[in-house]
């Protein structure tokens, strides 16, 4: 029996328009009714979670929130951080040179901001998906005064495949280096992905793996689809997504989600 969900936000919970759908929304009420943990689980940050959590009421119950690709796990109900890996400073700023050496743009947080050597595209989408300012600093390394859990190196999509490589050569013995949508390579500390967290948090309320089931569409998801009892990747997913979950859903366009939940939750 399925107490557990994990669902991956962008392309996965949401269509293509970044929206919920009708469907979805119902789903998940089904799911709270028969008090099936919804954990969002994304590379996202907390506060830029937040407008679903509260949309679909996830705060109604014993409930926790998994942000920045696993660097961070927090109790919905007390505001407890539950797993926390973030980057110090100086380990951000290294990045930024990284970046910099690749020719590639480069996004942090910092005070729930997003912060950006260079206007761009790419760091804009983020900053647009997450509902906060774009800060464009040229010098970014003289404002990155506090940790953060992850950076994005920023490329055209061809070319982010290519750099990924080069850099899970360079540094992949001390970051996780992992695509999160074509033009994003996000890098987090050595040891961070969703399903490290989902672990954590499931050895600390007392859920077995095979009590869960993991959704999802990107590479950053492969962890928590392999972890999970039910690992299912969407229609829309990376092939290598689909090669090892145990089911392939809908698309987001075709309310894949509930297609998935249907199925092996509220059959």
């Given at each position: 029996?399925i107490?557990?969900?994990?669902?991956?936000?962008?392309?996965?919970?949401?269509?293509?328009?970044?929206?919920?759908?009708?469907?979805?929304?119902?789903?998940i009420?089904?799911?709270?009714?028969?008090?099936?943990?919804?954990?969002?689980?994304?590379?996202?940050?907390?506060?830029?979670?937040?407008?679903f959590?509260?949309?679909?009421?996830?705060?109604?119950?014993?409930?926790?929130?998994?942000?920045?690709?696993?660097a961070?796990?927090?109790?919905l109900?007390?505001?407890e951080?539950?797993?926390?890996?973030?980057?110090?400073?100086?380990?951000?700023k290294?990045?930024?040179?990284?970046?910099?050496?690749h020719?590639?743009?480069?996004?942090?947080?910092?005070?729930?901001?997003?912060?950006?050597?260079?206007?761009?595209?790419?760091?804009?989408?983020?900053?647009n998906?997450?509902?906060?300012?774009?800060?464009?600093?040229?010098?970014m390394?003289?404002?990155?005064?506090?940790?953060?859990?992850?950076?994005?190196i920023?490329?055209?999509?061809?070319?982010?495949?290519?750099?990924?490589?080069?850099?899970?050569?360079?540094?992949?013995?001390?970051?996780?280096?992992?695509?999160?949508?074509?033009?994003?390579?996000?890098?987090?500390?050595?040891?961070?992905?969703?399903?490290?967290?989902?672990?954590?948090?499931?050895?600390?309320?007392?859920?077995?793996?095979?009590?869960?089931?993991?959704?999802?569409?990107?590479?950053?998801?492969?962890?928590?689809?392999?972890?999970?009892?039910?690992?299912?990747?969407?229609?829309?997913?990376?092939?290598?997504?689909k090669?090892?979950?145990?089911?392939?859903?809908?698309?987001?366009?075709e309310?894949g989600?509930?297609?998935?939940?249907?199925?092996?939750?509220?059959?």
């Amino acid at each position: 029996m399925i107490k557990l969900i994990a669902i991956d936000i962008d392309d996965t919970l949401l269509n293509s328009d970044e929206q919920l759908t009708n469907k979805t929304i119902e789903t998940i009420e089904k799911c709270i009714a028969d008090d099936i943990k919804i954990i969002l689980a994304s590379g996202r940050p907390d506060f830029g979670m937040m407008q679903f959590v509260e949309k679909l009421k996830l705060n109604s119950y014993e409930n926790y929130l998994l942000s920045y690709n696993g660097a961070k796990l927090t109790n919905l109900t007390t505001g407890e951080i539950v797993y926390d890996k973030m980057l110090e400073a100086d380990r951000i700023k290294f990045l930024v040179d990284k970046a910099l050496e690749h020719d590639c743009n480069i996004l942090t947080y910092q005070n729930n901001k997003v912060i950006t050597n260079k206007d761009n595209e790419f760091a804009r989408i983020e900053a647009n998906l997450l509902g906060t300012e774009l800060i464009v600093k040229e010098d970014m390394k003289d404002y990155i005064t506090e940790k953060a859990p992850k950076v994005i190196i920023l490329e055209e999509p061809e070319r982010a495949k290519v750099v990924k490589e080069k850099l899970q050569e360079e540094i992949g013995n001390e970051y996780e280096v992992a695509m999160s949508k074509p033009f994003f390579i996000e890098v987090n500390d050595k040891g961070i992905s969703k399903g490290r967290a989902l672990e954590v948090l499931c050895e600390k309320i007392g859920i077995t793996k095979e009590e869960m089931l993991a959704i999802g569409d990107g590479l950053n998801d492969l962890s928590m689809i392999e972890f999970a009892g039910v690992g299912v990747a969407m229609g829309n997913a990376n092939p290598k997504l689909k090669e090892v979950a145990n089911f392939i859903s809908k698309s987001n366009d075709e309310d894949g989600f509930s297609y998935a939940i249907e199925k092996f939750v509220l059959k």
